[in-house]
């Protein structure tokens, strides 16, 4: 925080101040109600709300028994399970076609790059119910839904946007007579794409991976629109949860995919500064 300077007016003062307390107040109402979940996971009484013991700092009030309660039940363990087969198998196919529609955009000659960028980014513009209701009656046509192929194939289609973005951001300041020199080394594409090309815009990539697989992590209203039993994730699992069973394990889950997103968003940001060095802008 910068210290006012000498000179600073009474006005002056009462702005510095008051933006400061105006920004603390708004980042606490924005973070407050996630955060308030992760000592509510760490209740021993089996509902929502915060007991005697808690408030009192009694030890007695805090258990681990809905994280127990987690990795003890089944269901728990096969919804991680399924969210993590489809997370990772849609962000190694969003952030390969991602990545290789970003390199096409990139390029000056590429026709109509704005109308196909519209088309790649409209799932995050189109509302979530109506992409998953148009999935839902294209999938079944084609003996797709209640699939683990189909819910792979609509979450890399939610993720491809993320990764087309970063990996664009990540080439707008790329010179393109790199690529032009390999060649002329008598280097051949590929070649030159994997030692020039992709080196420099791995943060991009990362950062799109990263972007995708949170995606599909929390995804839930395709997961309903599309999956059966089998393919039950923990997003939708949790939601059956609330709807059927309110118990403090959702709690516990829901702690543990913040905790999740903190490290995932950590990597991002230390990705970023990475990217920024590389292309030789001081952060």
Known sequence: MSALPAYASTLDRIWHYGYRILCALIFVFLIGPILIIIPLSFNAEPYFTFTHEMLSF???GYSLRWYEDFLSNADWIAAIKNSFIVGIASTILATV???????????????FRGLIMSILISPMIVPLIISAAGMFFFYSSVNLAQTYLGVV?????LGIPFVVITVTATLSGFDHSLTRAASSLGASPSYSFFKVVLPLVTP??????????????DEVVV??????????????????????????????VA????AM???????????????????????
């Not at 194939?153 to 289609?157: F, N, W």
């Open 223 to 252: 997961v309903i629109f599309l999956s059966g039993v089998e393919q039950r994730t923990m997003p939708l699992q949790m939601w059956s949860g609330i709807r059927e069973q309110i118990s403090p394990t959702i709690l516990a």
């Open 97 to 111: 076609l991602g990545t290789l529609a970003a390199l096409g955009l990139s390029r000056p000659q590429m026709p």
């Open 58 to 60: 009694d030890p007695a």
């Open 204 to 217: 991009g990539v990362i950062s799109g991976a990263l972007f995708a697989f949170i995606t599909s992590f």
């Open 261 to 283: 997103s903190v490290l995932l968003l950590t990597v991002l940001e230390l990705l970023r500064r990475r990217n920024e060095r590389l292309r030789g802008i001081t952060g």
């Open 255 to 258: 702690t543990i995919l913040v």
């Open 153 to 157: 194939l609509a979450h890399t289609a």
